[in-house]
């Protein structure tokens, strides 16, 4: 069925689309098109109308004018490695990459920001901070492809959320442009600005829906050159949990506190041939970092030597060590994608029910789908689990379900950082209400009226 507002084969405007971009950036071939057809976890696929990949805003905008004029729907597309189904078509869309938009700034040293491209990947946005002394506050294992025009779309979190906040705190400016071919653009970075509505902050966490981004001005902050790292083992969730508040108090430099467990070591260390951390295995783990001006290192060893609950503990000062402790952490998305088709499920909960969420996973799991596999990590200070389910197979939907509303029993959110997509459209009233929806429809409708961006991602196509 196509979108609203959608011809029901919307045409092409072929001629329009190569004469705005040039025909070498207007893909029909499905031998250039197909890597852009498939999303990363492999989950979610789809034939695009063609892939179009314009080099500037201005380009960006006649591709959107051409595609308004015939309601051809519109599906906007950065590094791909977004997990909930956002950026690869449903069927027939115009998929717009964004990867040319690959411009940065000079860094603004007196104001600590940078403007960024919206092709700009992470890594690329990281090397050019520290370069000037600076850092960036988002970070994620998709560093290499993930790009800023993704991660201000899904208002991506990562592993320094605990110090810096999600990419919507990095946010200080954006352009874009609207469905209809017009641009916004505020990106003077202006850290106060009181006039209106911020449109800017709207688009964090759109999913291409409202927009499409092109720049981005981003706040940047302090390169901390110290760093120091440990791993905790203990019995349970519990213990985890019940550390995070003397951690936070001891240590003011805390910037990542990552949970995993015992299946997730094991996958990883077979996936990566990984030396073990500790002389035997333990039920959970928990990583953390400190970064600091000054050597971090006494206080994290300190903190660590007086937390109760602990069955053994490792610190890392040295780079080496560090990247070997993370590895355990970070490898976790690759190791599951290389068994198989996960069923990924990014959720959050109120942090006094995240041990119960852990507990009640594997049982509510096994109701519906016996034979699956259960890998569970993530980002405890924020109350945010990545609940992977491996072997669920056609049980896929009834496993989704039985897990989100299981959070949403506990208050939690159906999605903490990597948006609803296509993956949780059916679901978004387990965390919003009829009148947000209501509300965020109607944002949608003034903004994309004939709902050519991303139709059937974040909310349900008309
Ligand atoms: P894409 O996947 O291309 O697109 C994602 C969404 O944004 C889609 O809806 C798309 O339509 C929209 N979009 C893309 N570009 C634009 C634009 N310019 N304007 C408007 N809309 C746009 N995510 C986290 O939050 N935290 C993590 O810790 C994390 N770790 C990851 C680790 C791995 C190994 C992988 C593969 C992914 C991880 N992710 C994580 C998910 C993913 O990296 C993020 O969602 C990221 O923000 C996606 O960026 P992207 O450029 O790949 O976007
Ligand atoms: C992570 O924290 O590693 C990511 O969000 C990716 C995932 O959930 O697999
Ligand atoms: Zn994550």
């Given at each position: 069925m196509s979108p609203a507002g959608v011809g029901p084969a919307a045409a092409l405007p072929l001629g329009a689309l190569r004469e705005a971009?040039?025909?070498?950036?207007v893909l029909v071939d499905p031998g250039l098109t197909a890597s852009y057809e498939t999303d990363w976890t492999r989950r979610y696929r789809g034939r695009a109308g063609c892939v179009v990949r314009p080099a500037d805003t201005a380009q960006v905008s006649a591709v959107l004018q051409a595609c308004h004029g015939t309601g051809a729907p519109v599906v906007v597309q950065g590094g791909?490695?977004?997990?909930?189904?956002?950026?690869?078509?449903?069927?027939?869309?115009?998929?717009?990459?964004?990867?040319?938009?690959s411009s940065l700034g000079e860094v603004d040293l007196a104001a600590g920001q940078v403007s960024a491209g919206a092709g700009v990947t992470l890594a690329a946005l990281q090397r050019h901070a520290q370069a000037a002394g600076l850092d960036f506050g988002v970070d994620l294992a998709a560093r290499d492809s993930a790009t800023v025009g993704g991660l201000v779309a899904t208002n991506a979190g990562g592993i320094r959320v605990l110090r810096y906040g999600s990419m919507r705190a990095q946010l200080l400016g954006a352009e874009a442009v609207l469905a209809d071919g017009s641009v916004v653009r505020r990106?003077?970075?202006?850290?106060?600005?009181?006039?209106?509505?911020d449109l800017v902050a709207l688009l964090a966490g759109s999913e291409g829906t409202l927009g499409v981004i092109t720049q981005a001005r981003l706040r940047l902050v302090p390169r901390l050159r110290a760093r120091c790292v440990a791993l905790l083992a203990m019995a349970d969730a519990d213990a985890a949990i019940a550390l995070l508040p003397g951690l936070r108090a001891r240590l003011p430099h805390l910037s990542a506190a990552e949970l995993l467990f015992a299946p997730g070591m094991a996958l990883v260390r077979e996936h990566g041939a990984l030396p073990p951390p500790f002389a035997q295995e333990h039920p959970a783990y928990l990583l953390l970092e400190c970064a600091d001006a000054t050597d971090p290192t006494d206080a994290l060893v300190d903190a660590v030597g007086d937390a109760?609950?602990?069955?053994d503990a490792t610190v890392a000062g040295d780079s080496a060590g560090q990247r070997a402790l993370w590895a355990y952490r970070e490898q976790h998305t690759e190791a599951i994608n290389a068994v198989g088709v996960p069923v990924k499920l990014d959720v959050s909960v109120p942090l006094g029910r995240l041990a119960e969420l852990v507990r009640r996973l594997e049982p509510t799991i096994r109701r519906v789908a016996p034979a699956a596999r259960l890998i569970v990590f993530g980002h405890v200070h924020e109350g945010n689990l990545h609940v992977n389910i491996l072997?669920?197979?056609?049980?896929a939907e009834q496993v989704t379900e039985a897990v989100l509303h299981l959070v949403a029993e506990l208050e939690g959110s159906i999605s903490s950082e990597h948006g609803v997509g296509r993956q949780k459209v059916g679901y978004l009233s387990l965390s919003r209400s009829a009148t947000e929806i209501a509300a965020m429809r109607a944002i949608k409708d003034a903004l994309d009226p004939r709902g050519v961006l991303n139709p059937g991602v974040l909310l349900p196509a008309r």
């Amino acid at each position: 069925m196509s979108p609203a507002g959608v011809g029901p084969a919307a045409a092409l405007p072929l001629g329009a689309l190569r004469e705005a971009v040039g025909a070498e950036h207007v893909l029909v071939d499905p031998g250039l098109t197909a890597s852009y057809e498939t999303d990363w976890t492999r989950r979610y696929r789809g034939r695009a109308g063609c892939v179009v990949r314009p080099a500037d805003t201005a380009q960006v905008s006649a591709v959107l004018q051409a595609c308004h004029g015939t309601g051809a729907p519109v599906v906007v597309q950065g590094g791909n490695t977004g997990l909930v189904g956002g950026a690869v078509p449903a069927g027939g869309e115009v998929l717009l990459s964004l990867t040319r938009l690959s411009s940065l700034g000079e860094v603004d040293l007196a104001a600590g920001q940078v403007s960024a491209g919206a092709g700009v990947t992470l890594a690329a946005l990281q090397r050019h901070a520290q370069a000037a002394g600076l850092d960036f506050g988002v970070d994620l294992a998709a560093r290499d492809s993930a790009t800023v025009g993704g991660l201000v779309a899904t208002n991506a979190g990562g592993i320094r959320v605990l110090r810096y906040g999600s990419m919507r705190a990095q946010l200080l400016g954006a352009e874009a442009v609207l469905a209809d071919g017009s641009v916004v653009r505020r990106m003077a970075g202006l850290v106060k600005d009181g006039t209106g509505y911020d449109l800017v902050a709207l688009l964090a966490g759109s999913e291409g829906t409202l927009g499409v981004i092109t720049q981005a001005r981003l706040r940047l902050v302090p390169r901390l050159r110290a760093r120091c790292v440990a791993l905790l083992a203990m019995a349970d969730a519990d213990a985890a949990i019940a550390l995070l508040p003397g951690l936070r108090a001891r240590l003011p430099h805390l910037s990542a506190a990552e949970l995993l467990f015992a299946p997730g070591m094991a996958l990883v260390r077979e996936h990566g041939a990984l030396p073990p951390p500790f002389a035997q295995e333990h039920p959970a783990y928990l990583l953390l970092e400190c970064a600091d001006a000054t050597d971090p290192t006494d206080a994290l060893v300190d903190a660590v030597g007086d937390a109760d609950g602990l069955s053994d503990a490792t610190v890392a000062g040295d780079s080496a060590g560090q990247r070997a402790l993370w590895a355990y952490r970070e490898q976790h998305t690759e190791a599951i994608n290389a068994v198989g088709v996960p069923v990924k499920l990014d959720v959050s909960v109120p942090l006094g029910r995240l041990a119960e969420l852990v507990r009640r996973l594997e049982p509510t799991i096994r109701r519906v789908a016996p034979a699956a596999r259960l890998i569970v990590f993530g980002h405890v200070h924020e109350g945010n689990l990545h609940v992977n389910i491996l072997d669920a197979g056609p049980l896929a939907e009834q496993v989704t379900e039985a897990v989100l509303h299981l959070v949403a029993e506990l208050e939690g959110s159906i999605s903490s950082e990597h948006g609803v997509g296509r993956q949780k459209v059916g679901y978004l009233s387990l965390s919003r209400s009829a009148t947000e929806i209501a509300a965020m429809r109607a944002i949608k409708d003034a903004l994309d009226p004939r709902g050519v961006l991303n139709p059937g991602v974040l909310l349900p196509a008309r």
